[in-house]
């Protein structure tokens, strides 16, 4: 994932592309240009291109990548002013690392018409909505569970819930709306609401890549939304343990059961005898993939059929594109944002003159500003007779034998 780089790391690296006079790279209309540094970086920086750009448009924005001892960094600026063979650019706020992608991105060429569909079915449910995807597949299925039988699924989960669990509870959110606090951070988060121990703490860090787990921290903010003031935040997370505690609760999960953008309902474990270990993260491990079951379950036998919409090609405006990836944006009020969610899945066609390209694009990232919401978007599988046509439509050169990094993945 591109991670920000902090100020001293980014002055430090601004400082190295004027002393060593690193090059820094732009493509534009399938043209690689390199650019150097003519001056120290201050609140402007000004570039000196390897070739003539030819007029820029001010205000525009500018892709910019450079290589600095092997680590790979990307920033992008705006066009101030334009001066006989120099550019003059607002120096940006950030720089970024560890990017996701090992080639520069580009504007979308005009010869390039990209459509964006949703990959699989598309839902509107009155379920809580969360702000992440959660797909569901019959690879999520554990051995000897037969998804079309949902009452004998459900029992059989109930069985092995009982092997680590005093006590269970399967919730569905279409029978009973959140309404205890613990329902409702669930349903809020699409997180894991998990206590160790009632004599202890909630958990101060979430250990998945994917995080899942309703730390410390989101738990105050969530005591924080409901009108709690800030002075009483640790009062109140003190007091709920404790009154678990007194109801002889010494070990307590509630795990969303988790269906696209939905929030179904819940498993709720607990433990309530002295002397029994707590829960810990590998039973949670394993009640998750319970949850996981069971919504593939309910929508192998048509729970979900009622709330099925058509799939439509939609128009998202393109931002920048890579041969990896892509960038593009949908307007604030669009009503595709409820579900273009990071891990959500797009069938991207794109089409030049001479080839179409029909590949999975898995959103990654997601953000926003006062006028829009964008999407950075990661290219999968593709065909490498695809990825190499594209590399060159982009870049105007042909794929060499030392981008074998980018045709593996490596992006």
């Given at each position: 994932m591109a991670t920000p780089v902090?100020?001293?790391?980014?002055?430090?690296?601004?400082?190295?592309?004027?002393?060593?006079?690193?090059?820094?790279?732009?493509?534009?209309?399938?043209?690689?240009?390199?650019?150097?540094?003519v001056q120290p970086a201050s609140d402007e920086l000004v570039f000196r291109p390897d070739r003539s750009l030819g007029k820029l448009k001010p205000r525009s924005k500018?892709?910019?990548?450079?290589?600095?001892?092997?680590?790979?960094?990307?920033?992008?600026?705006?066009?101030?002013?334009?001066?006989?063979?120099?550019i003059y650019c607002k120096t940006p706020d950030t720089l970024h690392k560890n990017l996701d992608r090992n080639y520069l991105r580009v504007d979308a060429p005009s010869d390039l018409n990209i459509l964006f569909t949703f990959k699989g079915d598309r839902y509107n449910l009155a379920f809580p909505k969360t702000h992440e995807y959660e797909n569901v597949t019959s690879e999520d299925l554990l051995r000897n569970m037969d998804p079309k039988n949902l009452s004998g699924l459900i029992k059989q989960i109930a069985d092995m819930l009982h092997h680590f669990a005093d006590g269970f509870k399967i919730i569905n959110f279409k029978d009973k709306k959140p309404e205890l606090m613990e329902e409702r951070v669930v349903a809020e988060t699409g997180k894991t609401l998990f206590i160790p121990s009632t004599v202890g703490f909630l958990p101060k860090t979430d250990p998945y890549p994917k995080k899942r787990i309703i730390t410390e921290d989101l738990f105050k903010r969530f005591l924080e939304s409901t009108g709690i003031g800030v002075s009483f935040l640790d009062e109140n997370c003190a007091r709920i343990l404790k009154n678990k505690f007194s109801d002889g609760i010494y070990s307590d999960a509630w795990v969303p059961i988790l269906f696209h953008e939905y929030v179904i309902g819940y498993i709720h474990i607990w433990i309530d005898k002295q002397g029994r270990l707590p829960f810990d993260f590998s039973i949670l491990d394993t009640v998750y993939q319970y949850a996981k079951v069971l919504a593939f379950a309910l929508k192998e036998n048509g729970y979900f059929e009622h709330g099925k919409i058509h799939n439509q090609p939609f128009d998202g405006r393109v931002l920048d594109i890579s041969a990896s990836g892509l960038l593009f944006a949908c307007p604030l009020g669009s009503p595709l944002l409820s579900t273009l969610l990071v891990d959500a899945e797009l069938t991207v066609t794109i089409v030049a003159a001479n080839r179409t390209i029909n590949v999975i694009a898995r959103i990654v990232r997601r953000f926003k500003d006062k006028s829009a919401c964008y999407f950075g978007c990661r290219f999968t599988d593709m065909e490498p007779e695809d990825t190499r046509f594209l590399f060159e439509h982009l870049y105007g050169r042909q794929l060499e034998s030392n981008d074998s990094s980018f045709l593996s993945g490596q992006v």
């Open positions: 902090g100020r001293i790391e980014k002055e430090f690296l601004f400082k190295a592309l004027w002393e060593e006079q690193l090059p820094i790279m732009f493509v534009r209309d399938r043209t690689e240009y390199i650019f150097t540094l500018l892709a910019l990548l450079f290589d600095y001892r092997g680590q790979v960094i990307d920033f992008s600026v705006e066009i101030v002013a334009q001066k006989e063979e120099l």
